[in-house]
């Protein structure tokens, strides 16, 4: 039996194995912000679910897939009741699901990193200044959104959020901050993006 430990938050009893991503403050700040944001009738993808959590929320109020990398956190996730893909952000979700989704969220690996020592490492190695996934997420993600599609993006201080927003800003997509929560070493904001219309 692989021991699991069990976390609770608001109504919910998540499922955490060995060598995933255990919800912290970036999770909780993610949750509050689909609730606040999320419609009944919307579809949503999560990228990089690890446990769960957020999905765990989405899917009280909407359709909801999620992806993740890790072979360990698409086990975790599936023990939490999600539907999930094993895949690189987006790789795979072509195959495996055929429409666009109204709205796309993803809680990224963003500490900054010189490099990768260890699977853990990877749960949040942003690379050398914490935006290497980030970036790589917003390159594809308008090609998985509806024409009204968002995404909702967490970013930290200790990856540059002006900086992601520069980015976000520079592919076409308009971006307001709509959460925010300051911690001792970092500041956390949820960035909501959609595609500008011209």
Aim: glycine share 6%; proline share 4%; hydrophobic share 45%.
């Amino acid at each position: 039996m692989v021991y699991a430990m069990k976390l609770q938050y608001r109504d919910k009893e998540v499922i955490i194995l060995p060598k995933v991503y255990e919800p912290a403050e970036d999770s909780f700040l993610m949750v509050e912000a689909v609730l606040r944001e999320v419609q009944k009738s919307d579809s949503v993808l999560e990228i990089g679910t690890g446990s769960g959590i957020i999905s765990m929320f989405v899917k009280d109020i909407a359709q909801v897939i999620a992806t993740d990398i890790s072979p360990q956190a698409v086990k975790c996730a599936k023990l939490n009741g999600i539907d999930v893909i094993r895949a690189d952000l987006f790789d795979g979700i072509n195959v495996n699901v055929k429409e666009k989704f109204d709205w796309i969220v993803f809680n990224p690996p963003y500490l900054p990193s010189e490099e990768q020592k260890t699977d853990m490492d990877a749960l949040w190695d942003g690379g050398p200044n914490g935006r290497a996934t980030i970036n790589r997420f917003l390159d594809q993600v308008k090609d998985y959104l509806t024409e009204d599609g968002r995404i909702l993006l967490l970013a930290s201080s200790l990856a540059g959020i002006e900086q992601v927003i520069a980015k976000m800003e520079s592919l076409g997509l308009a971006v307001d901050g709509i959460m925010s929560e300051k911690h001792f070493f970092e500041r956390l904001v949820v960035l909501r993006g959609f595609v500008k219309r011209t």
